[in-house]
């Protein structure tokens, strides 16, 4: 956030605070990556109000407090390769780059995974690698990874990325189906499974299989 408007990143925190973002590192790296630099166009002013804006290929940037909410919840810790599923505009991996050691995101529309790759290159953040590819699969060749935070609702956790996650590892995801209202739950994977806890209720767009028409 440009720290001319320092009316703007307080009440931009303030919100976020106030909707249980409570993790100070979260709420600095929140602080530093600014969500201006991820909304193009019509939206850009709207860029600091706590609400899903459109970017191209008919997807959304998440709200920012379920974004904060969400990356609290992945724990992540700075020795962590962070797998994320749906980069969109970028903005959620500039966050996890932040705190983690290395992020991967996938992205299945072409077009988003160069403007969210450029956007975050733009920033100087050099520990980002957007790809091009089918999320559903995972990334098979960097598997596997300490954090997967899913940005898209599956009816259920993908079978490839239950299998990408190291044990101790941590996936937060949105199941359900896409026009009913869908549960975030978190997954840890332990020596003899996955244990399952159920966070709140949110609303993403669909995990859809296969590559993008642009
Ligand atoms: N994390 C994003 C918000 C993403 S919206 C941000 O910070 O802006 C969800 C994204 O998931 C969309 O861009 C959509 O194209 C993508 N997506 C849906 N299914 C996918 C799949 N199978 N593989 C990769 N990306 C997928």
Do not use: W
Not at 52 to 60: D, E, K, S
Not at 93 to 112: D, F, G, K, P, T
Request: one cysteine or more; hydrophobic letters at 40%.
């Amino acid at each position: 956030m440009t720290a001319s408007d320092p009316e703007r990143r307080m009440q931009f925190l303030f919100q976020l605070r106030s909707r249980g973002v409570t993790d100070r590192r979260v709420l600095d790296a929140m602080e530093r990556i600014d969500r201006g630099d991820f909304v193009r166009g019509t939206f850009a002013d709207r860029a600091y109000e706590d609400m899903p804006l459109p970017i191209h290929c008919g997807q959304t940037i998440s709200q920012p407090s379920v974004v904060g909410l969400m990356t609290q919840a992945l724990a992540v810790t700075a020795r962590d390769k962070v797998l994320e599923i749906g980069a969109g505009s970028g903005y959620q991996a500039a966050i996890l780059s932040q705190l983690a050691r290395r992020v991967y995101s996938v992205e299945r529309h072409r077009r988003l995974a160069l403007s969210a790759q450029s956007a975050i290159e733009a920033l100087g953040i050099a520990n980002v690698t957007v790809l091009a590819a089918d999320g559903s699969r995972g990334l098979p060749d960097q598997a596997p990874f300490d954090r997967i935070l899913v940005t898209a609702a599956a009816e259920d956790p993908p079978g490839p990325l239950l299998a990408q996650l190291r044990i101790g590892g941590i996936m937060v995801l949105p199941v359900g189906q896409s026009d009913h209202v869908q549960r975030l739950i978190k997954v840890t994977r332990t020596e003899d499974g996955f244990d399952y806890d159920e966070l709140r209720a949110v609303r993403f767009v669909p995990l859809i299989e296969g590559m993008g028409e642009e």
